[in-house]
Each structure stands twice: as structure tokens, then as C-alpha cells.
């Protein structure tokens, strides 16, 4: 969705430093839920491109490390991700090559990253792509905050999808059998809407 707001080159002056790939997992944006899952295995919390218009947009609010960039996702989501540095680091190398963003210092190797001009600019260029994912990463936070989106829960219904899927892997099902499945899986639907 987001690629044709990112994509694309923005002006002459970066276009030697565009690149589409940049350390393998760009992207493929993961992170590490509450499971420990992490890299391209954990939720795909952003479309492709997105992840660059956040970090800009925190380094927009005051310059940050990198570490303090991956805290801040994590509380714009309500804590139940957090990026991977796998993912956040390289992506503050590409933003610094592209111009969009500075090291204002560096103390033991931590750089100290801060927005540029052409950072505010190309943030202001993409400002509905922006809108688009703060919107949707608030409704994370306000789905986790309520406790409609815990690792329990996510945990029960990939039990249930394995259960299933395993189920149906032992080969055909007769007819006794597959309506025995489907009264299960009705009967809890049932169970469901009325807790």
C-alpha cells in the first residue's frame, strides 16, 4: 500500500543513495511479540516502506538512539510488539543515507539520530501515508489496552487453526465426522457470542 508514497526517488540530489534493499530484512518489517517470536516470523505490524515514515516521524518529536526509537514503537502499539534492532538499525542507516535523517552525536558507538529538513519534508510529502499508520497502530494500542489482543489469545486461536488443520491432514473425513467437527466449531461460536 505504501509503496508507490515510498518507493520513488525524491529529487536528484539522493538518487545515488536510493536503494531497494538494505541489509536483507527491510521490509519484511518484524519484530518480537510477548511469544518471543521475532523476524519475519512475529506479526507484520508494517506495510512495506511504513516503518521509515514512524521512525521519522519520533525523531521529528526530539532525537532519539536507536534503542530509544524501538521503546517508543513498542508504546505506540501498547507493548505487546516490539521491533526488531535488526530492522531498526538498518533502516536508521538507510534514512541517514538518504538525507532524511542526521547522527546529531555519537558517544560509545550510540549514535543520536535527529530528523533533517528533507526528513520534515518528505514526512510532509507522505503526511496521509503517515495518517494511515498511526490510525491503525492507535487501534492496536486501544485493542491491546482493552485485552482483546493478548498473546492468549492469539496463542487459542492458532491452537484451534493447528488443531484443525491437523485434523484435516489425517486424511478424508466421512460424514459422521466432518458434521461431529462442524457442531464443535458451531457450538463454540455460540459459546462465544454470549460470554
Do not use: C, W
Not at 172 to 191: K, P, S, T
Request: proline share 4%; hydrophobic share 35%; net charge neutral.
Amino acid at each position: 500500500m505504501f509503496g508507490r508514497f515510498i518507493g520513488g526517488h525524491h529529487g536528484p540530489a539522493h538518487h545515488r543513495h536510493e536503494r531497494p534493499h538494505h541489509g536483507g530484512g527491510l521490509f519484511e518489517e518484524g519484530g518480537r511479540g510477548r511469544g518471543g517470536r521475532e523476524g519475519g516470523r512475529g506479526p507484520r505490524m508494517f506495510e512495506q516502506g511504513s516503518l521509515r515514515l514512524v521512525i521519522l516521524h519520533l525523531l521529528q518529536d526530539k532525537s532519539r538512539h536507536g534503542y530509544e526509537v524501538i521503546k517508543a514503537i513498542e508504546q505506540l502499539v501498547g507493548g505487546d510488539y516490539s521491533p526488531s534492532p535488526g530492522v531498526i538499525y538498518p533502516t536508521l542507516t538507510l534514512l541517514e543515507e538518504l538525507g532524511y535523517a542526521a547522527v546529531e552525536a555519537e558517544n560509545g558507538g550510540k549514535k543520536l539520530y535527529r530528523v533533517t529538513a528533507e526528513g520534515v519534508d518528505f514526512l510532509d510529502q507522505n503526511k496521509e501515508a503517515l495518517e494511515i499508520v498511526l490510525k491503525r497502530l492507535d487501534m492496536k494500542q486501544r485493542a491491546s489496552s482493552a485485552g482483546t489482543d493478548t498473546p492468549e489469545l492469539r496463542r487459542s486461536i492458532q491452537n484451534f487453526k493447528m488443531a484443525l488443520h491437523t485434523r484435516l491432514g489425517k486424511g478424508e473425513l466421512d460424514q459422521q465426522q466432518l458434521h461431529a467437527i462442524i457442531d464443535i466449531i458451531d457450538r463454540a461460536a455460540v459459546a462465544i457470542e454470549r460470554t
